[in-house]
C-alpha cells in the first residue's frame, strides 16, 4: 500500500479502513532487526510492544552502568548477561513480529464499531423497486434464447449433447 493511502482517513469502518490501520500499525523484520543494535535500551522490544522484555534489557543496562563506578568487572558481568537474551531475541525475531502482526490483525477486525455507516442501504434504490427490476429481467433475451423461443424456458443441454454439437460444428465448418 502506497503511503498516500496508509495516510489517508476513509471514515468508515470496513475492510478497508481494518487493512488501512493494519498496513500503518504493523510491524516490520528490518525495522526489528536495526533497533536490535540498540539492545542496552531494550529498543527492539519497544518495537513489538514487549515492554517487559525491553525493561529487562534497559535494567542490566543501568545496572551495568550504576556498577561501572563499584566494578568495571560487575558491569561487564552485567552487560555480558544481555548477551544470551540478545542472541534469543535476534533467532525468535520473526516469529515476534508475526504473533504481533497477527494478533494486530484480529484486534482490529474484531473492533465493536464495524457496522456500516448510518443509514447505509446497500445497492437498493427506493425510485426503482425490485419488482420493477425482475419484470425487466424477466422479458431480457438472453444469448441462448432468440426472439421466437423467449417466452420458452431454454432447455439446458448436458455435457454430453454440448460436446456432440460441438463435434457436429467442427465437421460443418470442414
Known amino acids: 500500500m502506497s503511503e498516500f493511502w496508509k495516510n489517508q482517513d476513509l471514515n468508515g469502518n470496513g475492510l478497508q479502513t481494518i487493512n488501512q490501520q493494519y498496513s500503518r ?3 516490520n523484520n ?3 532487526y536495526i533497533l536490535a543494535i540498540f539492545y542496552p535500551l531494550g529498543t527492539h522490544q519497544f518495537y513489538l510492544k514487549a515492554p517487559k522484555r525491553g525493561l529487562v534489557f534497559l535494567a542490566l543496562s543501568i545496572a551495568a552502568g ?3 563506578g563499584l566494578s568495571p ?3 561487564g558481568l552485567l552487560l555480558l548477561a544481555q548477551l ?3 542472541v534469543v531475541d535476534i533467532i525468535t ?3 515476534q513480529v508475526i504473533a504481533f502482526n497477527k494478533k494486530l ?3 482490529l477486525s474484531l473492533q465493536t464499531n464495524t457496522a456500516p455507516p448510518e443509514g447505509f442501504r446497500g445497492r437498493y434504490h427506493d425510485d426503482n423497486p425490485i419488482d420493477d427490476y425482475l419484470s425487466i429481467k424477466e422479458n431480457e433475451i438472453t444469448a441462448f ?4 423461443s423467449a417466452t420458452k424456458k431454454p432447455r439446458v443441454f448436458s455435457f454430453d449433447e454440448q460436446e456432440k454439437r460441438l463435434k457436429e460444428m467442427m465437421t460443418k465448418n470442414k
Not at 434464447?145 to 421466437?148: G, Y
Open 25 to 27: 500499525l504493523k510491524r
Open 30 to 32: 528490518k525495522t526489528a
Open 66 to 68: 550504576i556498577s561501572y
Open 73 to 75: 568487572l560487575i558491569s
Open 84 to 86: 544470551p537474551l540478545l
Open 93 to 95: 525475531t520473526d516469529k
Open 105 to 107: 490483525k484480529i484486534n
Open 145 to 148: 434464447e432468440t426472439q421466437k
